[in-house]
């Protein structure tokens, strides 16, 4: 070969190499943009299961795009108040937050069913309902009318029924008494006689010490021994059928979220369930152990009886007839996950329910 049409022949092949680089890099820039994004929480850092979902998913992110996409994380408080999350990521203030959707049920009772409704899901129907179901579509056709996106990003599972500082053993007992307790479930309770109180969660210990209120349902052992309510109200009644599976949320600004390139919406995604399965996970490898310390510092365990429950159920069914018949939003998603739960009993009866019994029964005689 002609040496010097060789090298006229690599010199041309260089350039195109050079310029087909050149085109090349604005186009990965274009996908894997430099981003940084705020995340307010509704949590603050000493419940810190909760708190740690907003990290996980900003760690998540941050990994698996080489730190080209940065979100940072701030607690309840330091941007805006824990229960104005939404507003913040609604009106542009924020990207986006870590906080339960019924929070924010004074707009619409319709936000209460992304979280969690008095007997509703379990966790693990939850996420398939989230998942699986339908109920994710579901929930962000309602919550786009608000600007907002939503993806699952947390679950407590089954929490407590609360701490009392008197026994219930009648519907009567709950007469008059004042609870703190939020959401569709004060609803409820207001139909057994309840005065429910909305008080912010680090100023719940202080109003059960000095009386103001005479009980207060949180979340679950490891965060309710943290806050010490043992200390001011022994009695702790259990379960919180109120919340049998509530589902904590990233929220989005619909518009912003749309906006990212299509690769950093899945990552997101991925992220955010990354955190939902840990959330749970941290909650069950944790609550044993606090259980056990509160019932040493003298805390009484205590099942709402059959009673309490069946007054409870009626009245949650009497509150959905309410609130169906005059808010369609409302029954769009109620019905999806009515429909959903019934099936998912029917399968759980057979294989999760008779399996976990036996155990639980091999447990109580110490055989485990």
Request: proline share 3%; aromatic share 12%; charged share 20%.
């Amino acid at each position: 070969m002609n040496r010097r049409h060789f090298f006229r022949q690599a010199g041309t092949a260089g350039i195109g190499a050079v310029a087909a680089g050149a085109l090349a890099a604005p186009a990965i820039a274009q996908e894997s943009p430099k981003l940084t994004w705020r995340m307010t929480s509704s949590f603050t850092k000493n419940t810190d299961i909760l708190w740690a979902a907003s990290t996980d998913i900003a760690q998540s992110v941050k990994e698996a795009t080489d730190g080209n996409f940065t979100i940072h994380t701030f607690a309840a408080g330091e941007i805006v108040p824990g229960l104005q999350a939404a507003d913040a990521v609604s009106n542009g203030t924020v990207e986006m937050a870590h906080t339960c959707s019924y929070y924010y049920i004074g707009k619409d009772p319709t936000f209460a069913l992304g979280t969690s409704v008095p007997f509703g899901l379990n966790a693990r129907q939850t996420n398939s309902w989230f998942s699986i179901g339908g109920g994710n579509d579901l929930l962000n056709e309602f919550l786009g009318t608000y600007n907002l996106y939503a993806l699952p990003a947390g679950n407590t599972g089954a929490q407590m029924g609360g701490w009392f500082r008197k026994e219930i053993n009648t519907i009567d007992d709950l007469k008059g008494l004042k609870m703190r307790i939020a959401g569709l479930a004060g609803q409820v309770m207001t139909k057994l006689g309840v005065t429910p109180q909305q008080i912010a969660g680090g100023d719940v210990y202080a109003a059960l010490e000095k009386g103001t209120i005479d009980a207060t349902e949180f979340v679950g052992p490891y965060d309710d021994q943290k806050l010490g309510f043992v200390k001011v109200a022994k009695y702790y009644y259990y379960p919180a059928w109120w919340e049998s599976g509530p589902a904590v949320h990233a929220f989005f600004n619909r518009d912003k979220f749309n906006n990212l390139p299509k690769s950093y919406q899945r990552i997101l995604k991925d992220a955010c369930a990354n955190a939902n399965m840990n959330m749970l996970a941290r909650y069950d490898a944790s609550n044993a152990k606090a259980l056990r310390q509160l019932v040493s510092e003298g805390a009484v365990l205590k099942a709402f009886n059959q009673q309490i429950l069946d007054a409870s159920f009626a009245a949650a069914q009497e509150t959905y007839a309410e609130l169906t018949a005059k808010n369609a939003a409302f029954k769009k998603i109620y019905d999806s996950q009515q429909a959903f739960k019934k099936d998912a009993y029917l399968w759980a009866q057979i294989a999760d329910y008779t399996y976990d019994t036996f155990m639980m029964i091999q447990q109580r005689n110490g055989k485990l």
